[in-house]
């Protein structure tokens, strides 16, 4: 009985291991390859400052679920401060990336990233960006995707033409 227990109990424990890394691979049945000539960028979301481009690699940033999304920024591009509801996973593919922490934003605080940097944020940390010249980045989560900004004068949403 001594030595039942422990064997089941690691039975048990390995099935339920064994069903929670499987679920991720059920949800990623899609096999996709793009190569960088096949990238179609369109312009960028509503959320952010308009003169951005994107193109969503993988999945759906607007629905449940994994996805991939390339940011193509010009020079001089800013991101005021804010925040994800979602943890965001980002790798500088060209450029030099500007992340600055907090709700204020200061170019001079921004730690430049060039070109193979990475960081990733916990949901809700409030952040902002600059693009030193044109930067491409590539911003990984899951969705649905939102942003808030820290001063909802800054939402570009609540602009009118």
Same mark, same amino acid.
């Given at each position: 009985m001594k030595v039942a227990f422990p064997v089941f109990l690691t039975s048990a424990i390995a099935l339920a291991c064994a069903d929670i890394l499987s679920a991720p691979a059920q949800a990623m049945d899609e096999h996709k390859v793009i190569s $960088? &000539?096949?990238?179609a960028w369109k312009p960028g979301p509503a959320s952010i400052p308009p003169?951005? &481009?994107?193109?969503?690699?993988?999945? #759906?940033? =607007?629905?449940?679920?994994?996805?991939?999304?390339?940011?193509?920024?010009?020079?001089g591009y800013h991101i005021p401060p804010h925040t994800h509801p979602k943890p965001e996973v980002v790798t500088v593919i060209s450029g030099t990336f500007r992340l600055g922490m907090g709700e204020t934003a200061d170019q001079g605080q921004a730690e430049p990233l060039p070109e193979g940097s990475f960081f990733a944020?916990? $949901?809700?940390?409030?952040?902002?960006?600059?693009? &030193?010249? #044109?930067?491409?980045?590539?911003?990984?989560?899951?969705? $649905?995707?939102?942003?808030?900004?820290?001063? $909802?004068? #800054? #939402?570009?949403?609540?602009? =009118?033409?």
């Open positions: $960088p &000539e096949e990238i003169g951005a &481009e994107a193109a969503v690699l993988y999945g #759906d940033p =607007t629905k449940e679920g994994l996805f991939a999304l390339r940011l193509k920024l010009p020079s944020l916990s $949901p809700g940390m409030a952040h902002y960006a600059y693009a &030193e010249e #044109d930067t491409v980045i590539q911003l990984n989560s899951t969705g $649905p995707w939102s942003l808030t900004y820290v001063n $909802p004068q #800054d #939402d570009p949403r609540q602009k =009118t033409q």
